[in-house]
C-alpha cells in the first residue's frame, strides 16, 4: 500500500490518523489528493469499502428531475443547472463527492511532486467515447489548452491563470494570456499528461473538477446538443434549450451501465414557484434545490425526502478598501463588531443556516481552524468608529443582488444592526447581471461566493492582492504571504497551523463581513433510490434507481 | 372600403418603425450586457470585451438599428453567423432571407426557431381561453345589461367586478393551493410534456381558469354597460310599444347594436392572450411566448425581445383593423373619415 511511488508525506499523515490527530475524513481527502485512490486511502484508515446503501438497486424505469438547460459550449458554462445537464454525457478528470472528497474519475489516479509544482495525471484506460474511440493523453492536453486559451472565454483561465499563465498588456492595452511555459502541459505518453506549474498549488484536482472543466471531443463541435459524443454514461437523444432535455442511457459506457432507462431533465427557467407544484402533483421526481421558504410546504408532502448538506457556500458584504473610510481597518472592524452574525443567519435562512466567522473559511473546510467565537460588541465597536474620526457614524450605499432572495435578507439584517453603531446605510437592490457587470467596482456590495471544497480556495480568488476577482482591492503582503504557504502545504494539521493566522487576519483586518454559511437542501420522491445532496448541487444521474 | 384598408396599413408600418426603434433605445439602456450573462460572472474582463467585439454590440445605436433592418429584409447577412467568429451560430434556411429576425443569444439558435414552439402554444392557450371567455362574458353581460338595476344584473355585476379584481398570480396561487396541493386533481405546472399521469389536456386546465377569470369579468362588464346603455335608447322603447317582447328587442335589436364597444375590447383580449399574459405562463411555466419574452428580457436577448415585441405589436395593429371593419359590418352608418 504505501511502495516506494508513494508521496513521502503518507507515511506522517497515517501516523497522524492513528494518533486521532486528524479525522478519518482528513486523512481520506489528503491521501486521495497525494495520488492514493480512494479504496486504498479508505483500506489504510481502516475501513474496507464505503457504507452500502440497505437496497439494491433496481435496473429499469425513467424518472423527471427539475434542472434549467442550454445548448452551449461547456467551456463557457456559467451554472450548475447547465453543468448538470451536460455533466450526463460529458464527464471531467476527477470528481468531488458530496462528501466533500475529490477522487480521480476519468484519470486512474495523480501524482503531485513534493513541491507541488509538477501534477502527473494518469489517464484511465479502458476509457471511450461513444463513438467507440479511446479516451487518451491528446484529448486531455488539448482540452485543457481550449479552456486556457482567451478567445474560448472559459472561467477556467481565471482559475488557474496564477499558476498556468502569464499576461501580458498589448500594444492597444488590451491584456492577452498565454501558457507560462512552453511545457506547462506536457503529454508524456498516451495515457499520462503531466502539469508543471508556474507556483505551487494544491487544489489542481479541485480545479479539474470546476464546472466549466467537461471533456468535450476534440474532432467535433464543443457545443452541447442532441448526439454529442461524451465518454459518459448516458447520451442526448432530444434537447429543446429552455425546455427539456431527453437521455437515454450510453450502451457503450466504461464505466457501471445506469440503471435507469431513460432520464429526463425539465427546465423550469426562473419560476421557482412553479418547481414545488410541480414536484407535489408528481410531475417531476426531483428538484435542484428547495428555496428557504419553500421548506415548510415540502416537508409537509409525505412522498417526498428531504436531502440536505452543510456547505461552505456564504455571501461577502464587502468593502473596497482603496475608498474611504474603508480604508481605516478600524472602520472596517466596527462595522463587524455591531453584527451579531447568528442572527443574521437566523433571520435570512432560518434552519437553512449557521453563523459565519467573517473570515470565509467553512466547518465544512478539512483545514478550517475553530477560532474563539466572534461576538457582536456594540461598545467596542462606537468606540473604534469614534477613535476613526467618525464619532457621528457613517453614511453609506450596499449594493445586492435580487436573486437569491435571502440575500436581500442578509443585507437587510445587517443594515438594520448598524443602527445601533450609529452607521445608516441605505440598500440598493440590483438586477443580477446588472450588479456581476460592475461588482469589483462598487464601494458596498454583497457577493455571492460559492461552496468550493477546500477552505483556500475562495479566499484566494477573493483577498489575494491583484487577483482578477479580488472584488474588494484587499492587499495584505502578509496575507498573501501566510496563504502562499498554505496553499503548498500537504499536511491538513500543519496547514490548519497556517489557518490559524489567515483566518485571524481576515476576522480582524479583512474587507468583508461573511455572516452566514447555508445548507443546500432538496427534495426527491421516495421512490427515487441514489439521491445524495451534493454541496454544489451537482446531480450524477448514473446513481440514480427506481424503487417497484 | 379599400382606400381605408390602404391607409390603416400604411400607419401600421409608420407604427412598427418608430416603435422598433423606440425598442432599441430603451433595450440600450437595460442593465448587464448580453456578453456578460453569457461568459458569467467570472470571466475575466478581458474574455467579455472579446466576446462584445465578436458580437458588434460595440457599435454605435443607429448603427445597429440599420444592421438589424438591413438583416430583417434580406439586404445584408448577419454577420454573427459567420463561422470564422467561432460563434457556432449557423442558420438552416441560409445567411440573407426576407424575415431573418436575427440570432437569439440565450439559446444560440435563430430566433425564428426558438419562437415557433412558444407562438404555437400560447395561440393554443389563447384559443381554447377564448373558447371559455366569449361565450361566458357575453352571456353574463348579456344578461346583467338586458336586466339593468335588478337583482340579477347587481348579482352578475358584483360577481365580475369581484373576479376581475383578483390579480392572476393570487388566481393561480389560490387555485393552485386547492386543486394541486389538497385535492391533487391536477398537475402543478404545465410544460405541456405529457406523462402517464397527466395528460396535456390536464395541464392546460389550470392556465385556461386562470385566464378566463381574469378576463371574462372584464368583458362582461362591458358588454353589460354598453347593452344597459342601449336598452335606454328611444327605439327600444318604439319597439316596446309596437308590442315586441323584451328577448325579441335584446335578440333582435339591442345585442346588434350593444356589441360595438364590446367588439374592440375582445379583440384586445386576443392581443394579450398570445404574448402577454407573462404571469399566468410564468406561475404554470407554460411554455409559451409571455413567458419566453421575460425570459429574453432578464437576459438582455436583444433580438427575440424585438421579434416578441413586434409580433405583439403587428397583432395589435391587425386585431384593431379588425375591430373596425366589424363595426361597419354591424353598423353600416359607421363612416370612417
Known amino acids: 500500500m504505501s511502495g516506494d511511488r508513494d508521496h513521502p508525506y503518507l507515511p506522517r499523515l497515517r501516523s497522524q490518523l492513528a494518533d486521532n490527530k486528524i479525522d478519518r475524513r482528513e486523512f481520506l481527502r489528503t491521501a486521495t489528493l ?59 478528470l476527477t470528481e ?101 506549474l508556474k507556483v505551487a498549488q494544491i487544489a489542481v484536482p479541485e480545479h479539474l473538477f470546476h464546472y466549466s472543466f467537461a471533456m468535450v471531443d476534440p474532432t467535433a463541435s464543443p457545443i452541447f446538443r442532441a448526439g454529442i459524443n461524451g465518454t459518459g454514461p448516458f447520451r442526448v437523444v432530444e434537447l429543446s434549450p429552455g425546455r427539456n432535455v431527453v437521455y437515454e442511457p450510453n450502451k457503450n459506457y466504461w464505466g457501471q451501465r445506469p440503471y435507469l432507462d431513460k432520464l429526463e431533465f425539465v427546465d423550469y427557467g426562473d419560476e421557482r414557484a412553479a418547481v414545488p407544484a410541480a414536484l407535489i402533483s408528481g410531475q417531476i421526481q426531483g428538484i435542484l434545490n428547495a428555496e428557504p421558504q ?203 497551523k497556517v489557518m490559524e493566522p489567515i483566518e485571524k487576519l481576515l476576522q480582524e483586518d479583512g474587507p468583508m463581513i461573511q455572516a452566514t454559511w447555508r445548507k443546500q437542501a432538496t427534495f426527491y420522491a421516495k421512490s427515487v433510490g441514489g439521491f445524495s445532496m451534493h454541496p454544489s448541487q451537482y446531480v450524477f444521474a448514473r446513481n440514480l434507481w427506481l424503487k417497484a | 372600403m379599400l382606400a381605408f384598408a390602404l391607409r390603416r396599413v400604411s400607419q401600421l408600418l409608420v407604427t412598427a418603425i418608430v416603435s422598433s426603434f423606440l425598442l432599441f433605445v430603451v433595450t440600450e439602456f437595460s442593465p448587464g450586457t448580453v456578453s456578460r450573462q453569457i461568459l458569467g460572472p467570472y470571466a475575466l474582463p478581458n474574455q467579455v470585451a472579446l466576446l462584445d467585439q465578436k458580437l458588434g454590440l460595440s457599435q454605435s445605436l443607429p448603427q445597429r438599428y440599420l444592421n438589424w433592418v438591413s438583416i430583417l429584409v434580406g439586404l445584408k447577412s448577419n454577420p454573427l453567423g459567420d463561422p470564422a467568429l467561432g460563434l457556432n451560430l449557423s442558420d438552416p434556411r441560409g445567411d440573407r432571407y426576407f424575415g431573418n429576425f436575427g440570432y437569439s443569444l440565450m439559446f444560440r439558435q435563430p430566433v425564428r426557431d426558438v419562437l415557433a414552439g412558444p407562438l404555437a402554444n400560447s395561440a393554443l392557450l389563447g384559443a381554447v381561453a377564448m373558447a371559455f371567455i366569449v361565450p361566458l362574458s357575453l352571456l353574463i353581460g348579456i344578461m346583467a345589461g338586458a336586466n339593468a338595476g335588478t337583482r340579477l344584473d347587481r348579482l352578475l355585476s358584483l360577481g365580475s367586478l369581484i373576479v376581475t379584481s383578483i390579480p392572476e398570480y393570487a388566481a393561480g ?9 389538497y385535492l391533487n386533481w391536477l398537475p402543478g405546472t404545465s410544460p405541456l410534456l405529457a406523462s402517464e399521469q397527466w395528460s396535456i389536456a390536464s395541464q392546460l386546465v389550470l392556465p385556461v381558469t386562470v385566464l378566463t377569470l381574469a378576463s371574462a369579468g372584464y368583458v362582461a362588464r362591458i358588454v353589460r354597460a354598453s347593452m344597459a346603455d342601449t336598452m335606454t335608447k328611444p327605439y327600444v322603447r318604439t319597439a316596446l310599444l309596437k308590442g315586441l317582447t323584451k328577448s325579441q328587442i335584446v335578440t333582435r335589436h339591442v345585442i346588434r347594436n350593444g356589441m360595438i364597444p364590446p367588439m374592440t375590447v375582445l379583440l384586445l383580449q386576443l392581443n394579450w392572450l398570445v404574448g402577454g399574459v407573462v404571469v399566468c405562463e410564468s ?42 371593419m366589424s363595426y361597419m359590418a354591424l353598423n353600416p352608418r359607421v363612416r370612417l373619415t
Open chain 1, 96 to 196: 468531488t463527492g458530496a462528501d466533500n472528497i475529490t477522487r480521480p474519475y476519468l484519470l486512474e489516479s495523480w501524482k503531485p511532486s513534493e513541491d507541488l509544482r509538477s501534477w502527473t495525471l494518469n489517464v484511465r484506460k479502458g476509457v471511450k467515447w461513444q463513438d467507440g474511440r479511446d479516451f487518451t493523453s491528446d484529448d486531455v492536453a488539448w482540452n485543457i489548452k481550449r479552456l486556457l486559451a482567451d478567445e474560448t472565454g472559459s472561467s477556467v483561465l481565471g482559475l488557474m491563470k496564477g499558476y498556468m499563465l502569464n499576461d501580458s498588456k498589448g500594444a492597444d492595452g488590451k491584456t492577452t494570456h498565454a501558457l507560462w511555459d512552453a511545457n506547462a502541459i506536457e503529454k508524456v505518453d498516451d495515457h499520462t499528461v503531466r502539469l508543471n
Open chain 2, 173 to 181: 396561487v389560490i387555485l393552485l393551493t386547492v386543486f394541486v396541493s
Open chain 1, 294 to 496: 419553500q421548506m415548510p410546504l415540502l416537508r409537509n408532502q409525505p412522498h417526498l425526502q428531504l436531502y440536505e448538506v452543510l456547505t461552505g457556500d456564504g455571501p461577502a458584504l464587502r468593502f473596497r478598501v482603496d475608498l474611504k473610510p474603508f480604508d481605516n481597518p478600524k472602520v472596517r472592524l466596527a462595522l463587524k463588531l455591531g453584527v451579531d452574525n447568528a442572527a443574521v443567519a437566523k433571520l435570512a435562512l432560518g434552519d437553512m443556516g449557521s453563523a459565519g466567522e467573517n473570515h470565509q473559511v467553512a466547518p465544512v473546510h478539512p483545514e478550517y481552524f475553530k477560532l474563539p467565537a466572534f461576538t457582536q460588541d456594540i461598545a467596542r465597536a462606537k468606540q473604534l468608529l469614534a477613535e476613526a474620526g467618525f464619532p457621528d457614524g457613517l453614511q453609506f450605499e450596499v449594493a445586492v443582488t435580487k436573486t437569491p432572495a435571502y440575500h436581500v435578507l442578509v443585507v437587510q439584517a445587517i443594515v438594520e444592526m448598524w443602527k445601533q453603531i450609529g452607521v445608516n446605510a441605505t440598500i440598493n437592490v440590483m438586477p443580477t447581471s446588472a450588479y456581476y457587470d460592475v461588482w469589483t467596482k462598487l464601494p458596498v456590495g454583497l457577493t455571492s461566493w460559492a461552496h468550493r471544497p477546500l477552505g483556500v480556495m475562495n479566499i484566494g480568488l477573493a483577498y489575494r492582492s491583484g487577483a482578477p476577482w479580488n472584488e474588494s482591492g484587499y492587499n495584505n503582503p502578509e496575507f498573501d504571504r501566510l496563504l502562499t504557504q498554505a496553499e503548498s502545504v500537504a499536511d491538513p494539521v500543519e496547514r490548519r
Open chain 2, 283 to 324: 406561475i404554470f411555466a407554460y411554455p409559451g411566448v409571455g413567458r419566453l419574452l421575460l425570459q429574453a428580457g432578464l437576459f438582455g436577448d436583444l433580438a427575440l425581445v424585438q421579434t416578441i415585441t413586434l409580433i405583439s405589436l403587428a397583432m395589435a395593429a391587425i386585431t384593431q383593423l379588425l375591430a373596425d
Open chain 1, 34 to 92: 497525494l495520488g492514493v485512490s480512494a479504496s486504498a486511502a479508505m483500506m489504510m484508515a481502516g475501513q474496507t469499502s464505503p457504507a452500502r446503501a440497505q437496497e439494491t438497486p433496481k435496473a429499469g424505469g425513467s424518472i423527471r428531475i427539475e434542472n434549467k438547460n442550454a445548448s452551449a459550449d461547456p467551456a463557457v458554462m456559467t451554472s450548475i443547472d447547465s453543468s448538470n445537464a451536460t455533466r450526463q454525457t460529458l464527464e471531467y
